[in-house]
């Protein structure tokens, strides 16, 4: 099991371009969450999917950011037009029983 | 809602000392509870959750952690600090009720620890 895989690990952008980060879930699980981290705020929920539906996308910050969940095995959160304060570390995590965590994209809007 | 606080952001120990890690949280309902461990440029793992039984859990890495219901917290403890143990911990609850099969999980701020040689 290659657990939850995030791409890319790193992400360098101007201001005002689209960013699109991407997740793999464990094959199986359920439920997918995206997080982001910054050290203000710390980890923050921004959207889960439960069976590919979102179900509570509460934590979206604004209507730059938009999250799809095409199929069981993937899912992309989208940032359109970044912003430098959108610069953080973000998380995908899935879920049947307990959560896994994908290793993180590291954002830096410039 | 639920809520979770850690007393203290940042954690200094010496290597073989008591590690303590706060946590409280706040839930209208029993909760789920879980550490998480977050080593530099890597993602969360856990490291020990309550769900039901024995209040005493124990996790990986001779840590553990007991659910005190009276006192609403999930203090993380370790009997003696490695080096390897350095690392920022997060505490977590989860509304047992979230619906659509699944949890939320509320994180804290995180407690970032230091073992010193």
């Known amino acids: 099991d290659a657990g939850v895989i995030q791409s890319p690990r790193h992400e360098v952008t101007e201001m005002g371009q689209e960013v699109t980060l991407r997740c793999k879930p464990i094959?199986?699980?359920?439920?997918l969450f995206w997080y982001r981290q910054t050290m203000m705020r710390g980890l923050e929920l921004l959207i889960y999917?439960?069976?590919?539906?979102?179900?509570?996308d509460s934590g979206m910050p604004e209507d730059r950011f938009s999250a799809k969940m095409p199929n069981a095995s993937f899912s992309t959160l989208k940032i359109q037009p970044s912003e430098p304060r959108d610069s953080a570390v973000y998380f995908c995590?899935?879920?049947?029983?307990?959560?896994?965590f994908g290793s993180g994209t590291r954002l830096t809007v410039v | 809602a639920q809520s979770v606080t850690q007393l203290g952001s940042h954690v200094s120990v010496s290597e073989g000392a008591l590690v303590l890690l706060r946590c409280n949280y706040s839930?209208?309902?029993?909760?789920?509870l879980f550490w998480y461990v977050q080593y530099p440029n890597q993602g969360l793992q856990l490291l020990l959750k309550y769900t039901t039984g024995a209040t005493l859990v124990k996790g990986i890495n001779g840590f553990e952690a007991e659910f005190k219901k009276s006192e609403t917290s999930f203090h993380l403890t370790k009997p003696s600090a490695h080096m390897s143990d350095a690392a920022e911990y997060f505490c977590?609850?989860?509304?047992?009720?979230?619906?659509?099969?699944?949890?939320?999980?509320?994180f804290g701020k995180g407690t970032k620890l230091s073992v010193i040689p």
């Open positions: 094959s199986g699980h359920n439920s």
């Open positions: 995590a899935s879920s049947s029983y307990g959560y896994t």
């Open positions: 977590a609850v989860s509304d047992r009720r979230s619906g659509a099969g699944s949890y939320q999980l509320t």
């Open positions: 839930s209208s309902v029993p909760p789920y």
């Open positions: 999917f439960n069976n590919n539906v979102p179900i509570d």
